[in-house]
T-cell receptor, first 112, second 118 residues
Framework: GQNIDQPTEMTATEGAIVQINCTYQ??????LFWYQQHAGEAPTFLSY????GLEEKGRFSSFLSRSKGYSYLLLKELQMKDSASYLC?????????????FGSGTRLQVQP | GAVVSQHPSRVICKSGTSVKIECRSL??????MFWYRQFPKQSLMLMAT?????????EQGVEKDKFLINHASLTLSTLTVTSAHPEDSSFYIC??????????????FGPGTRLTVT
């Protein structure tokens, strides 16, 4: 099976940088996804890492270390609209169905 | 591209009745669709995997006779909550993998359906 851990809540200031960590344990790893979810809405795709290293996309970057079972999502120049839950999800072959397993999510509150 | 729709967006039903939720991929063909349930302040929990033309695969603890899934075409999957009870009240979200996805795990999510059972 899979086990995914991420902090429950984080608070940061508008304009600052925040890093949301995710650790996972899985067999047959096939990529790690980050999704953003605003309250009452469906998740929206942010990033995908399958190889080690940093993927940058505008204000958002995601890092992966497969040997450490570790990823982080970095949000720069925080805006109030970035207040949302951030979900770490792992694709693993042992699911047999190419399904994703989601972490519990990190609720980020951006303050003025 | 890669748009997934769900209908209805909100539904209120009485205990004991059944509710059908539709999930459609609008601009791509989806061989596989997933159904998730999300309770307040919790993450998405996979309920079942739906493959076009075959029976759905249910996750452990999910009653297949209560949550009926039909994936009749490459663009439509339905979830029917039978004999709904108040504890079934939740946010139900579907997602779809593109036929062209190959080995990709990327999923496109629908907007979700808020079910309230009174």
């Amino acid at each position: 099976g899979q086990n995914i851990d991420q902090p429950t809540e984080m608070t940061a200031t508008e304009g600052a940088i925040v890093q949301i960590n995710c650790t996972y344990q899985t067999s047959g790893f096939n990529g790690l996804f980050w999704y953003q979810q605003h309250a009452g809405e469906a998740p929206t795709f942010l990033s995908y890492n399958v190889l080690d290293g940093l993927e940058e996309k505008g204000r958002f970057s995601s890092f992966l270390s497969r040997s450490k079972g570790y990823s982080y999502l970095l949000l720069k120049e925080l805006q109030m609209k970035d207040s949302a839950s951030y979900l770490c999800a792992v694709g693993a072959m042992d699911t047999g169905r190419r399904a994703l397993t989601f972490g519990s999510g990190t609720r980020l509150q951006v303050q003025p | 591209g890669a748009v997934v729709s769900q209908h209805p967006s909100r539904v209120i039903c009485k205990s004991g009745t059944s509710v059908k939720i539709e999930c459609r991929s609008l601009d791509f063909q989806a061989t596989t669709m997933f159904w998730y349930r999300q309770f307040p302040k919790q993450s998405l929990m996979l309920m079942a995997t739906s493959n076009e033309g075959s029976k759905a695969t249910y996750e452990q603890g999910v009653e297949k006779d209560k949550f009926l899934i039909n994936h009749a075409s490459l663009t439509l999957s339905t979830l029917t909550v039978t004999s709904a009870h108040p504890e079934d009240s939740s946010f139900y979200i579907c997602s779809a993998r593109d036929w062209k996805g190959g080995a990709s795990y990327e999923q496109y999510f629908g907007p979700g359906t808020r079910l309230t059972v009174t």
